[in-house]
């Protein structure tokens, strides 16, 4: 059971370049989101998931496209990057029983655009 | 949305002292409020939650209180460690009709002073 993969775990775009994030998750759990994380700023919702076909926007979405093609694989689509998206990205898949909502989070990819 | 504020954002505390940190959430409907903790260069991890029709939960050295009258929660950890050095943060879950989004607050720097 490796719980959630993300890959790379570095990259290095240059401005107006676009790039995919993988994710993917085996505990078939339904609920994904991708996360950025910036110093001094916690974690910002980028987009989220609630199952295969349906995606929605987060707090910071522009930018970013995903897809949600299987339960396991929740990609995140930079489409021209720009050093504003510097950032650590985290991707989460959520365990949901009985009102607990268990986000289990990769390992992260830290994207620095110059 | 939902709007997460998170106090302090560092904390200094000596080993084996108390440390508390506080967050206040605006949206009401949140229903679920989880901690995470977050080591250098590691994905955050879930340490403990607390649901909104709960006041206080405690899971060893650490605990958590819910006032949700007057929207609050804090984290309190105990017989400080060193290991317990890491950035904390704490989060709000809105309901499935805004989509279970989880809001985090900005993070809590704790260092623990052997």
């Known amino acids: 059971n490796a719980g959630v993969t993300q890959t790379p775990k570095f990259q290095v775009l240059k401005t107006g370049q676009s790039m995919t994030l993988q994710c993917a998750q085996d505990?078939?759990?339904?609920?994904m989101s991708w996360y950025r994380q910036d110093p001094g700023m916690g974690l910002r919702l980028i987009h989220y998931?609630?199952?295969?076909?349906?995606?929605d926007q987060g707090e910071v979405p522009n930018g970013y496209n995903v897809s949600r093609s299987t339960t396991e694989d929740f990609p995140l689509r930079l489409l021209s990057a720009a050093p504003s998206q510097t950032s650590v990205y985290f991707c989460?898949?959520?365990?949901?029983?009985?009102?607990?909502?268990?986000?289990?989070f990769g390992p992260g990819t830290r994207l620095t655009v110059t | 949305g939902e709007n997460v504020e998170q106090h302090p954002s560092t904390l200094s505390v000596q080993e084996g002292d108390s440390a508390v940190i506080k967050c206040t959430y605006s949206?009401?409907?949140?229903?679920?409020f989880p901690w995470y903790k977050q080591e250098l260069g590691k994905r955050p991890q879930l340490i403990i939650d607390?649901?909104?029709?709960?006041g206080e939960k405690k899971d060893q050295r650490i605990a958590v209180t819910l006032n949700k009258t007057a929207k609050h929660f804090s984290l309190h950890i105990t017989e400080t460690q060193p290991e317990d050095s890491a950035v904390y943060f704490c989060?709000?879950?809105?309901?499935?009709?805004?989509?279970?989004?989880?809001?985090f607050g900005g993070g809590t720097r704790v260092l623990v002073k052997p």
């Open positions: 989460a898949s959520t365990y949901r029983d009985r009102g607990i909502y268990e986000q289990y």
């Open positions: 505990m078939n759990h339904e609920y």
């Open positions: 998931s609630v199952g295969a076909g349906i995606t």
């Open positions: 949206d009401s409907a949140s229903n679920y």
């Open positions: 607390i649901r909104s029709n709960v």
């Open positions: 989060a709000a879950r809105r309901g499935r009709a805004a989509g279970n989004k989880l809001t």
